[in-house]
């Protein structure tokens, strides 16, 4: 168990439709990341998210967007939902500092577009 | 632009053999590498990493990964693979600097008994 959750584990939806997938990091960490994990582009990574600012954009759609709270946990919003975003996607967390430190992933929410 | 590959789709070994999966990456500068092991139904778990130093890095579950500056590989290995390490790998790194991994396509390990 990473210390990272992910609610829902599984999600089923129509096309056009819009979801929010929730992440809690682990106590203490800052930075929330989103990955995507799909057939045909493998995992990469969305966005990052550092004590509640953006920090960190990768190959996210217009479609997609994201926040972190306050208290630290963040949300995924996808809307106008196609066949091809369903996918896994990853939350992952870690501490932050001026060095790297390991991002901690969470067990993943599996997105079905009917 | 920078990627890492992983050659190897698919790999089937016997219990007990010893075990490669191969990583190259390109990037213009050393970036920080790391091997991941996702099971069925689990997410991400990092089994060794690299920044810098000796070039043979030992990791959990009996896993190591030798650095090759020369080849621009971190391939991963284990003397003697168990049926319980039946999984997907992936190899990752990141640019000194920045935080967010690329990885690699993935390889997946089938374990004959």
């Known amino acids: 168990d990473s210390g990272v959750t992910q609610t829902p584990k599984h999600l089923i939806t129509a096309t056009g439709q819009r979801v929010t997938l929730r992440c809690s990091p682990r106590?203490?960490?800052?930075?929330v990341y989103w990955y995507q994990q799909s057939l045909d582009q493998g995992l990469q990574f969305l966005i990052q998210y550092y004590n509640g600012e953006e920090r960190a954009k990768g190959n996210i759609l217009e479609r997609f967007s994201a926040q972190q709270f306050p208290d630290l946990h963040s949300e995924l919003n996808l809307s106008s939902l196609e066949l091809g975003d369903s996918a896994l996607y990853f939350c992952a967390s870690s501490v932050e500092s001026n060095n790297y430190n390991e991002q901690f992933f969470g067990p993943g929410t599996r997105l079905t577009v009917l | 632009a920078q990627s890492v590959t992983q050659p190897d789709i698919h790999i089937t070994v016997s219990e007990g053999a010893s075990l490669e999966l191969r990583c190259n990456y390109s990037?213009?500068?050393?970036?920080?590498l790391f091997w991941y092991v996702q099971s069925p139904g689990q997410g991400l778990q990092l089994l060794l990493k690299?920044?810098?130093?000796?070039?043979l890095v030992q990791g959990i579950k009996g896993f190591e990964a030798e650095f090759k500056r020369s080849q621009s590989s971190f391939n991963l290995r284990k003397p003697s693979v168990h049926w319980s390490d039946a999984a997907e790998y992936f190899c990752?790194?990141?640019?000194?600097?920045?935080?967010?991994?690329?990885f690699g396509s993935g390889t997946r390990l089938q374990v004959q008994p």
């Open positions: 106590s203490g960490d800052l930075s």
């Open positions: 690299y920044f810098s130093g000796d070039t």
């Open positions: 990037y213009g500068a050393t970036p920080y």
């Open positions: 990752a790194a990141v640019d000194t600097g920045r935080r967010a991994l690329t």
